[in-house]
């Protein structure tokens, strides 16, 4: 089966209304030109999608005892915290990354230095495709996200970096700040 496409047209950014016109009517006629090329005149013998695109399965799923999702069993959503979901499916870090970084603390099952910085992953091409480090420190109240993220700053201090801290609403940061000899901006 013969396919006529017809591609957008490249409109420069600082045209003119009279010029963007003429390049959406010549778009307009590109298209109809398409469409005609491609119409053979007979009726469609389906309506909707071509058949090429149907799905050979109806959204519940391919139908029959064996098919291993009949769209029979139904479950109920499930909430739970992040307490309990580290519990029900430990999140394992693997000691992969080496010995280079920032010691963050101790992988209990390893038994070895849990190290990591970002930057160096980053800068030695250790991982492919790792182009923006970034860290999320999730939790529930009171598990150590806060005493992490300033034992992480003080100890990249040590490595070389700097560190920012944009905003501080409940002016933890300021106290590490002048312990470290820096300043907080109010």
Known sequence: MNRTTATSLFTPRRSGRTDRKVARTAYTAARHRARKAQDTGRPRKTAGPDPELEPVFPAS???GPA????????????????????GAYPFLAEGGLGAEGIFIGRDVHAEAAFCYDPFALYAGGRIEGFTNPNVVLA???????????????????????????????????????????GQSIA
């Open 61 to 63: 799923g391919r139908p």
């Open 67 to 86: 098919s291993a999702r009949g769209g029979k069993v139904r479950l109920p959503s499930h909430r739970l915290t992040t307490a309990t979901a580290s």
């Open 139 to 181: 939790g529930i109240i009171g598990m150590g996200k806060s005493a992490l993220a300033k034992s992480i700053a003080t100890r990249a201090i040590a490595h070389g970096y700097r560190v920012y801290v944009p905003c501080d609403p409940k002016g933890e940061w300021t106290a590490v700040a002048q312990a470290l000899g």
